[in-house]
């Protein structure tokens, strides 16, 4: 396997934990304000906008080096 196809199967472990901390974060926020627990929930609205500009970045580098594959 090239360096490109290294990049790519390390950005595809990138994305899918990227994914999985987002879908946390959501189960997370949604606990905390079924709880009624404003701090906990604001502090699970948190991770999810990290997690979710971190998925963004992760996909966008994504498709960076696939377009680069078929270049």
């Keep these: 396997m090239g360096p490109a196809g290294k990049r790519l199967e390390e950005l595809v472990a990138e994305e899918d934990t990227a994914v999985s901390d987002l879908l946390n974060a959501c189960d997370d926020y949604c606990t905390a304000v079924s709880r009624a627990e404003p701090e906990l929930a604001e ?17 966008q580098r994504l498709k960076q080096v696939v377009a680069d594959l078929g270049a």
């Design 43 to 59: 502090d699970a609205q948190r991770a999810r906008n990290r997690a979710r500009v971190r998925l963004n970045t992760v996909h």
